[in-house]
Antibody
Framework: QLQLQESGPGLVKSSETLSLTCTVS??????????WGWLRQPPGKGLEWIGS???????YDNSSLKSRITISVETSKNQFSLKLSSVTAADTAVYYC?????????????WGQGTLVTVSS | SYVLTQSPSVSVAPGQTATVTCEGN??????VHWYQQKPGQAPILVIY???DRPSGIPERFSGSKSGNTATLTIARVEAGDEADYYC???????????FGGGTKLTVL
């Protein structure tokens, strides 16, 4: 069974860089046709897509965050990562990683449990 | 950019049918997916390709589309169905997945 698990600091200082890693188990991150995505959900609000990456390194990024986002993939470790620079309180959210099935109209069919990241001043 | 509009809330008594709608321009030409998110949990996919159910999702959950509206229908609602429901599609023009704002389903 495919599982995803987010890891990283739960507290980041304002203006610094948020760094998270998603570890995939139960399937290869290099499987053809599947992107791997990051999403977030501020407290009490809806879902926002951040970006998605293919095992080759090709990415789709949310244009509203693009200048602050770096998404990378480490196929040897079956992991992919997110870096979000210059964070502010508005970046406080639960961050999810998910499999982004681009062969199936872009559905997110497997999700991690999510990790809360709080930006402090 | 493409916008998906959902009603903020829906209330239904146990055993009744709940209808959650998602409106978007020309949604009929796009595949819509639906997610259920219970408090403190990650979303789970309950409907994909407008009306298909992943394995493990009860048959009580169904999806449809008409005009500019996609609909998630939950028959014989149970207390355990109380959750937020989100619609989502892939917007090929922006190359972004788009989410609706979510609908909170309350079981009375």
């Amino acid at each position: 069974q495919l599982q995803l698990q987010e890891s990283g600091p739960g507290l980041v200082k304002s203006s610094e860089t948020l760094s998270l890693t998603c570890t995939v188990s139960g399937a290869s991150i290099s499987r053809i046709g599947y992107y791997w995505g990051w999403l977030r959900q501020p407290p009490g609000k809806g879902l926002e897509w951040i970006g998605s990456i293919y095992y080759s390194g090709s990415t789709y990024d949310n244009s509203s965050l693009k200048s602050r986002i770096t998404i990378s993939v480490e196929t040897s470790k079956n992991q992919f990562s997110l870096k979000l620079s210059s964070v502010t309180a508005a970046d406080t959210a639960v961050y999810y990683c998910a499999r982004h099935n681009m062969m199936a109209a872009g559905k997110f069919d497997y999700w991690g449990q999510g990790t809360l990241v709080t930006v402090s001043s | 950019s493409y916008v998906l509009t959902q009603s903020p809330s829906v209330s239904v008594a146990p055993g009744q049918t709940a209808t959650v709608t998602c409106e978007g321009n020309n949604i009929g030409s796009r595949s819509v997916h639906w997610y259920q998110q219970k408090p403190g949990q990650a979303p789970i996919l309950v409907i994909y390709y407008d009306s298909d159910r992943p394995s493990g999702i009860p048959e009580r959950f169904s999806g449809s589309k008409s005009g500019n509206t996609a609909t998630l229908t939950i028959a014989r609602v149970e207390a355990g169905d109380e959750a937020d429901y989100y619609c989502q599609l892939w917007d090929s023009s922006s190359e972004h997945p788009m989410f609706g704002g979510g609908t909170k389903l309350t079981v009375l």
